[in-house]
């Protein structure tokens, strides 16, 4: 199981290719370098049938922990998929084996849900939940419900990401990340805020309680995140 701590922030990097040479290449990159903890294997640029092989590509080539995702259209992805094809793919990836986390999209149908939940735990992957919001930044209290409310629903781990509009914007995430780190000291969170005026969030989440961030080595998954090797060198933690 993922033990994300913000005393040692960890640095996630995306494996967002579309073909399977193009993947390999990255998966490649992601195994030698020294300053990539996990890494995010994005799904959805390939075609749905290459799902089951790419994940199979990337589990031969990276021994760190690795984070699976299908970000649907409805996230800020590019899979249009309804909920029950949805389910099945995780579900299939689950079976599959070499998950170490299943990213799970909060807002989908409740039973869609607790079905992958209840199946990442039985396959002994986390269960990563995950809200986005590419359009701007809800209100902070919005935020803090949100991620306690994935953590109630039996998250393993909640990560949030929002689009601001000022700066202000960003700071409200930091906000709501530190007010439910304090009350939940022990729950595991990601959270960031996305684009240029977000950038900060990204290197100082772990004084907030964010346990994790992305960083890149090629391709970006969302917008703003930084090469990793300068995350690296300018992670702030907690404490």
Not at 48 to 65: F, I, T
Request: hydrophobic share 45%; net charge negative.
């Amino acid at each position: 199981m993922l033990n994300l701590n913000p005393q040692t922030p960890r640095i996630i990097v995306p494996l967002f290719a579309r073909g399977l040479s193009d993947l390999a290449a990255q998966a490649k990159a992601a195994q030698a370098a020294p300053e990539a903890d996990l890494a995010e294997l994005r799904l959805d640029p390939l075609r749905q049938g290459d799902w089951l092989p790419a994940l199979a590509l990337v589990r031969a080539a990276v021994q760190k922990p690795l984070v699976v995702t299908i970000r649907t259209a409805g996230e800020g992805g590019e899979a249009a998929l309804d909920d029950s094809t949805y389910r099945d793919a995780c579900l299939a990836l689950l079976a599959q084996g070499g998950v170490d986390a299943l990213d799970i999209e909060w807002r989908r149908h409740a039973a869609t849900v607790r079905t992958l939940r209840d199946a990442a735990k039985q396959a002994g992957a986390a269960a990563l939940f995950s809200e986005h919001h590419f359009d701007g930044t809800p209100d902070t209290h919005a935020m803090t419900e949100a991620l306690h409310g994935m953590l109630d629903a039996g998250a393993d781990i909640a990560k949030l990401a929002v689009m601001p509009h000022s700066r202000a914007d960003a700071a409200r995430l930091l906000l709501a990340t530190a007010q439910v780190h304090d009350a939940r000291p022990e729950a595991q969170l990601i959270t960031m805020s996305m684009g240029r005026l977000g950038a900060v969030t990204r290197y100082c989440g772990g004084a907030f309680g964010s346990g994790a961030t992305f960083g890149t080595l090629s391709a970006a998954s969302a917008p703003g995140q930084p090469r990793a090797g300068e995350l690296r060198g300018k992670l702030v933690a907690e404490g």
